[in-house]
C-alpha cells in the first residue's frame, strides 16, 4: 500500500520551460512534505519543502504547491535547466508510534532538453 | 568534505553471507537513519536512531542488525543474506527527530547478493 505516489516515472522538458513534478497522497494527517533530487550514484539531497498549514512555497526556480483537498502537490521548476536533470522524489511526513517517519514515493525522473 | 558517508560503495557476495555496511556523519547531528532502495525505487526507512537509541524499526527480518557505537557512527549489520536483500542501502542524518529538519543522505551502497 503505497501512501506517497509519484505517477509519472518520468518526464523530458526543454531548457527554459517549466517543469511540472506531481505527487499524490493518500494519508490525510501527513503535516509536512519535502522534495529531494536525486543524482546518480549520489544519495537524495533535500530541495524544498512544505508544512500542510501552507499552500505554496518558494525558493528561486522551485516552488511547490500543496493542494491538501486533493491530496496532492507539485514542485515547479522555471525555468528549467540541464543541470536540473535528475530524478526528483517527494516524501511525507507522518506521526507513527511516537515517533516522525517519512514516507517517500518512487521519483520521477526529469530529463531537460539543451 | 563529506558530510555523510558510506563503505563501501559497492557491495558483491554470495547467498548466506554476513556483511557489514558503515555509516559516519561529521554533521554534528543526533538522529541517524538506514532506508533501503529496491528494485522498484521505492525509498523505505529502516532503522533510526537518536543518540544512540532505536527509534524507528521498521518490519525488517532481524537478520539486520543496526549498530551505534556513538552519535556520528550507524552501522548495519546483515546476516545470512538473501537474493532479496539485494538493493541499494542510504544512510542519512538529520538534525532531531522533530521531523521538520532535512535528511543528508551519504551515496548508497549497492548490494549484490549473487
Known amino acids: 500500500d503505497q501512501q506517497v505516489k509519484q505517477n509519472s516515472p518520468s518526464l523530458s522538458v526543454q531548457e527554459g520551460r517549466i517543469s511540472i513534478l506531481n505527487c499524490d497522497y493518500t494519508?490525510?494527517?501527513?503535516?509536512?512534505f519535502l522534495w529531494y533530487k536525486k543524482y546518480p550514484a549520489e544519495g537524495p539531497t533535500f530541495l524544498i519543502s512544505?508544512?500542510?498549514?501552507?499552500d505554496k512555497n518558494e525558493d528561486g526556480r522551485f516552488t511547490v504547491f500543496l493542494n491538501k483537498s486533493a491530496k496532492h502537490l507539485s514542485l515547479h521548476i522555471v525555468p528549467s535547466q540541464p543541470g536540473d536533470s535528475a530524478v526528483y522524489f517527494c516524501?511525507?511526513?507522518?506521526?507513527?508510534?511516537?515517533?516522525?517517519?517519512?514516507?517517500f514515493g518512487t521519483g520521477t525522473r526529469l530529463k531537460v532538453l539543451a | 568534505d563529506t558530510a555523510v558517508s558510506q563503505t563501501p560503495k559497492y557491495l558483491v557476495t554470495q547467498m548466506g553471507n554476513d556483511k557489514s555496511i558503515k555509516c559516519e556523519q561529521n554533521?554534528?547531528?543526533?538522529?541517524m537513519y538506514w532506508y533501503k532502495q529496491d528494485s522498484k525505487k521505492f525509498l523505505k526507512i529502516m532503522f533510526s536512531?537518536?543518540?544512540?537509541?532505536?527509534?524507528i524499526n521498521e518490519t525488517v527480518p532481524n537478520r539486520f542488525s543496526p549498530k551505534s557505537p556513538d552519535k556520528a557512527h550507524l552501522n548495519l549489520h546483515i546476516n545470512s543474506l538473501e537474493l532479496g536483500d539485494s538493493a541499494v542501502y542510504f544512510c542519512?542524518?538529520?538534525?532531531?527527530?522533530?521531523?521538520?529538519?532535512?535528511?543528508?543522505f551519504g551515496p548508497g551502497t549497492r548490494l549484490t547478493v549473487l
Open positions: 542519512a542524518s538529520s538534525l532531531g527527530t522533530s521531523g521538520n529538519n532535512e535528511q543528508f
Open positions: 494519508n490525510s494527517m501527513f503535516d509536512y
Open positions: 512544505i508544512s500542510s498549514i501552507k
Open positions: 516524501a511525507a511526513r507522518g506521526f507513527t508510534s511516537g515517533t516522525y517517519k517519512y514516507i
Open positions: 554533521l554534528g547531528h543526533d538522529t
Open positions: 536512531y537518536n543518540n544512540k537509541e532505536l527509534i
